[in-house]
């Protein structure tokens, strides 16, 4: 990566911009918040600026007159997602910022799936189950079925739950 970054020429005028995008940021930061053609992929630890280069990726895509609503930005806490975008908004001083699509990968994926529910033939209030609310409905069913109390060595519901689990991953069936 470090000799990619390294043989990378960075052919901006950054005089026209809001933010002093060469100070603020290392030589590493700067390529990849200013190359907003393509996509771009950060390895780095943690404490070493990939907040902080998705919030001047988003601001440089902002004053390039991309519009707020084509971007998205996805992060695996809402958290994350509201911090970067107040960041920008207090970079940039602009409210359209809050245009841009931001949130989880899960909340995403929930409204592509209620957005395109016609198209996929599912319902659009359908609800998504969680790990412990699976094993509480397997809990149940051994209950109804009378599971439990007729042999010990029946598996528990986080076990039924792991073996269903793994048999959906795997593409096999339980057998």
Known sequence: INEKVNDKKINIDFSKYKI???ILLNY???IAATTINGPILVIAGAGSGKTRIITYRVSFML???IDPESILLLTFTRKAAHEMIDRVIEILKNNS???IM????HSFSNYVLRKYSSVLKISPNFTIIDNPDSEDIIGLL????NLEKRDKLFPNKARIFDIISKTK???CSVE
């Open 20 to 22: 002093n995008y060469e």
């Open 28 to 30: 590493s930061q700067l």
């Open 63 to 65: 004053e390039n007159n």
């Open 97 to 99: 910022v809050k245009e």
């Open 102 to 105: 931001a949130g989880t990968f």
């Open 142 to 145: 051994k209950s109804e079925m």
């Open 169 to 171: 991953n795997l593409k």
